[in-house]
């Protein structure tokens, strides 16, 4: 539990480093972007309560809210799907259940089960995201290329990482 | 109470939730203000140094252009300063005693540590901060033109909002027409601007420079903001739709000058005491 805890403290640094000094720069197209800090909250272990949920999600935007200058706008979005993760993965609990002690990466359960887990979310915070920035709806259809762009874009590089890093490592 | 309290208890999650939503709606209402003293952004020295690093290698791979730049801004002021001082010597115009008026505005150099553009609302850290001299609502230009306005400062960095920020706004005037409109941008290509509120009656043609108009006292007159790219006008609509080509390309600005307006205060101060007495 202690050694489980330490290893996230320290993968939260991780996440926010690849961010900000990495993924920041990488915008395809001008509209996609890779928002992989995301995938910390998602992978979170199953048995941590929603309070402590919603507290790390909120250190998580917030960290990222410094270097983007966006005061809020991360914070924002992560608590909401960091709200909405534990209900959402009560919704489309797997026949027999979710074995306790485990994180809810793709080789715990499935590649189908983790894109029906991963896509909402990250959808719902690439959303909330995107239109609290433009702080309106006048620019609906772009700012909808922009969450559909980055939708894929972190999508597939969760994935990917998902693949590469070998079998129960909780990344 | 008891009750309430075991009711807040049942549902604490919930309620830590909407606390915390709560509270970054508030942040996020707060930091749209166009002058913040907000201290958790990139101004802070952890966040600018770790983004200084990643645009330290991006700048190191770009050296060869920003150094071709400088050359040539180099020639360009030299030039300048030749013709006008040939002009003086001419003209035998006495030197400006009032020193105040000579030294109306001053530079600060800065190299830029971060920069975005593909927001709605970009934002510029820069390694110059209060010990430097610099305050909120300075204005931040390059060698090609208009950049931006600074929003908030720390001891030894800045945050400016850029041009490219859709609340963003610049008095300008189209330069061989002198009708004066507001450029703002709408958020989606960087190469462009918005120049709004030109009236109907006026021309302006593709090609013409738009300038900071120096209304507002933030930007000197005459910086260059870009170049009239189309202007088209609608049947009913009351201005014109003019798109601008922006003279600062913002996908690859690596140094700054934050410009030092020593009259601002004297100037504002005036307006607002005429405001007063027409209220009055």
């Not at chain 1, 609990?93 to 590649?111: E, K, L, R």
């Not at chain 2, 749209?32 to 990643?54: E, P």
Request: aromatic letters at 14%; hydrophobic letters at 50%; a neutral charge.
């Amino acid at each position: 539990m202690i050694r489980t805890g330490i290893v996230h403290i320290i993968l939260f640094f991780v996440y926010v480093m690849v961010q900000v000094v990495l993924l920041k720069n990488l915008v395809l197209f001008d509209t996609a972007f890779c928002f992989l800090y995301v995938a910390f909250v998602l992978l979170l272990p199953f048995e941590l309560s929603i309070v402590v949920m919603v507290l790390i999600g909120f250190l998580m935007g917030f960290a990222i809210d410094i270097f983007y200058n966006s005061m809020g706008l991360h914070a924002f979005a992560t608590v909401l799907i960091s709200y909405l993760r534990n209900k959402w993965m009560s919704v489309i609990t797997p026949q027999g259940g979710y074995d306790s002690g485990d994180s809810p990466t793709m080789s715990a359960n499935g590649v189908q089960w983790f894109l029906v887990y991963s896509i909402p979310l990250v959808f719902i915070h690439h959303l909330v995201l995107f239109f609290a920035e433009a702080f309106g709806f006048e620019m609906f259809w772009f700012t909808m290329l922009k969450v559909i762009g980055s939708l894929f874009f972190t999508i597939t590089v969760i994935l990917f990482l998902q693949f590469l890093v070998p079998q129960r490592r909780r990344i | 109470m008891e009750r309430l309290l075991k009711f807040i208890y049942e549902y604490r999650a919930f309620f830590t939730f909407l606390f915390l939503e709560l509270m970054c709606a508030w942040l996020i209402v707060e930091n749209n203000q166009f002058q913040s003293s907000a201290y958790f952004n990139s101004s802070n020295r952890l966040a600018a140094n770790v983004l200084g690093f990643s645009q330290g290698i991006r700048e190191y791979l770009s050296l060869r252009t920003i150094n071709n730049d400088l050359s040539q801004e180099n020639a360009i002021l030299r030039s300048a300063l030749e013709k006008r001082n040939e002009r003086i010597f001419a003209a035998q115009i006495p030197e400006i005693k009032d020193s105040l008026i000579a030294q109306r505005f001053e530079y600060i150099g800065a190299k830029v540590m971060s920069n975005s553009t593909e927001f709605y609302k970009n934002y510029i850290t820069i390694d110059k901060g209060k010990l430097d001299g610099i305050q909120p609502g300075m204005a931040a230009i390059s060698m090609s033109g208009a950049v931006g306005k600074v929003k908030s400062v720390s001891d030894h960095f800045a945050v400016l909002t850029s041009l490219l920020h859709t609340n963003e706004m610049v008095s300008c005037i189209v330069k061989q027409k002198e009708y004066f409109g507001t450029a703002q941008w709408d958020g989606t290509d960087s190469r462009y601007t918005q120049l709004r509120y030109i009236p109907r009656h006026a021309n302006p043609a593709v090609g013409d420079s738009v300038i900071t108009s120096g209304y507002n006292a933030v930007f000197p007159k005459g910086v260059l903001v870009g170049v009239i790219q189309s202007a088209t006008l609608d049947e009913e609509s009351p201005f014109w739709n003019i798109q601008v080509k922006l003279a600062q390309d913002f996908s690859r600005l690596s140094f700054v000058e934050l410009v030092k307006s020593n009259l601002k205060w004297e100037r504002d101060s005036l307006v607002q005491v005429t405001i007063g007495e027409i209220n009055d």
